[in-house]
């Protein structure tokens, strides 16, 4: 059974930094892909960046220039850089893995506010 477990997330200010990161039970490689996704109150569940096991990032337009994804495969982690935060990047940030199947991290509170 896999695990993912998310951590770095808390209360920044505007315009603040924050890392976030997923730590999985096992080696990231045999996922084809990881990737982050946010909810917010009373709205669905976005993709917002995405890596694949050959390297290859994606972003949301929302968050392009502003967040960067990375895996350390030593370490069983994917990170995600988040620079010039916004108030409307408040929301619970999940892990999620895709391999044969799909797993998610139970997800981490991330709050923008002034």
């Known amino acids: 059974q896999v695990q993912l477990v998310e951590s770095g997330g808390g209360l920044v200010q505007p315009g603040g930094s924050l890392r976030l990161s997923c730590a999985a039970s096992?080696?990231?490689?045999?996922?084809?892909?990881m990737g982050w996704y946010r909810q917010a109150p009373g709205k669905q569940r976005e993709l917002i960046a995405g890596?694949?096991?050959?390297?290859?990032?994606n972003y949301a337009d929302s968050v392009k220039g502003r967040f960067t994804i990375s895996a350390d495969n030593a370490k069983n982690t994917v990170y995600l850089q988040m620079n010039s935060l916004k108030p409307e990047d408040t929301a619970v940030y999940y892990c999620n893995a895709a391999s044969r199947l799909i797993y998610w991290g139970q997800g981490t509170q991330v709050t923008v506010s002034s």
């Open positions: 890596i694949t096991s050959g390297g290859n990032t």
């Open positions: 096992g080696s990231i490689a045999r996922f084809n892909a």
